[in-house]
C-alpha cells in the first residue's frame, strides 16, 4: 500500500473508532481519537499537493476539536474562533482557486438565495436561546459557515458542496444543543459523522476538482 493509502486507512480506523466510543458512551475512546482526524487529514492532503490555505483550514480544525473537548465557555468560544479562521482559508482558498466566475455567478444564483434562507431562518430562531454572550460570536460564525459553505457548491462543485452541507449540518446541531433545543439520541455521534464526512468530502472534492483543471495544462506542457 502506498503511504497515501495507509493514511486513509489509518483515518477511516481512527474515524470508527471515535464514532463507535461516541455510540457506545466512552468518553475515553472519544478523548484519544478525536485530535488525531484533522492531523492524518491533512497529512494526507499535504501528500496529494493540496494547496497550503486547505492545509491551514484543516489544522484549525484540529484546533477546534482539541478545544471543543472541553465543556467550558472560553474553551467553546476558543474553538469557535479556530473553526471561524479555518473558514476563513476554505473561501480564501476557493476564490483564489475556483471555477470560472461568471460560470460560478449562473450555478450560484439559487444556491445563494437556498443558503441565505437557512440562515435567516435558523439563526433568528436560535437567537432568544442562546446564552447572550454567545449570540453576537455564534451569529458572526453562522455567516462565515454560510459562506463557505455556498462557495464550496458554486465554485467546486458538488462533492465540495456536500461537504459545507454537512458542515451546516453538523454545526447546526452544536448550536441547537447549546440553545437547549431537542436533539436525537446521542447528538455527540451524529455531529462527529456528519463533521468528519463534511472534512472529508471537502478534501476530496477540492483535490478531485484541482487534479483535473490541472490536467489540460499538464497535457499541453507536455
Known amino acids: 500500500m502506498t503511504i497515501s493509502r495507509l493514511l486513509l486507512a489509518a483515518l477511516g480506523l481512527t474515524a470508527l473508532a471515535d ?3 461516541l455510540a457506545a458512551g466512552f ?3 472519544h478523548t484519544v481519537a478525536k485530535p488525531l ?4 487529514l491533512a497529512v494526507y492532503a499535504a501528500r496529494s499537493g493540496a494547496p497550503r490555505l486547505l492545509i491551514a483550514a484543516l489544522l484549525c480544525g484540529w484546533g477546534g476539536d482539541v478545544l471543543l473537548l472541553s465543556d467550558a465557555e472560553p474553551a467553546f468560544l476558543a474553538g469557535m474562533a479556530c473553526f471561524a479562521v479555518g ?3 476554505y473561501i480564501a482558498l476557493f476564490q483564489l482557486h475556483g471555477t470560472d466566475q461568471a460560470k460560478a455567478r449562473a450555478r450560484g444564483a439559487f444556491l445563494g438565495g437556498v443558503y441565505t434562507l437557512v440562515l435567516v431562518s435558523t439563526l433568528p430562531s436560535l437567537w432568544a ?4 454572550d454567545l449570540r453576537i460570536p455564534v451569529a458572526g460564525y453562522s455567516v462565515l ?4 459553505a455556498y462557495q464550496a457548491t458554486a465554485l467546486f462543485g458538488r462533492l465540495a458542496g456536500t461537504g459545507g452541507v454537512l458542515f451546516v449540518l453538523s454545526d447546526t446541531l452544536i448550536a441547537a444543543g447549546v440553545a437547549d433545543w431537542p436533539l436525537p439520541p446521542r447528538p455527540d455521534f451524529w455531529i462527529m459523522l456528519t463533521y468528519i464526512t463534511a472534512q472529508f468530502l471537502l478534501v476530496t472534492g477540492i483535490l478531485k476538482t484541482l487534479e483535473v ?7 499541453v506542457t507536455a
Open 37 to 40: 482526524l484533522m492531523p492524518l
Open 27 to 29: 468518553d475515553a475512546g
Open 145 to 148: 459557515l454560510t459562506v463557505m
Open 87 to 89: 473558514h476563513v482559508c
Open 129 to 132: 436561546d442562546l446564552p447572550a
Open 19 to 21: 464514532l463507535a466510543s
Open 213 to 219: 483543471r490541472a490536467a489540460p495544462t499538464a497535457a
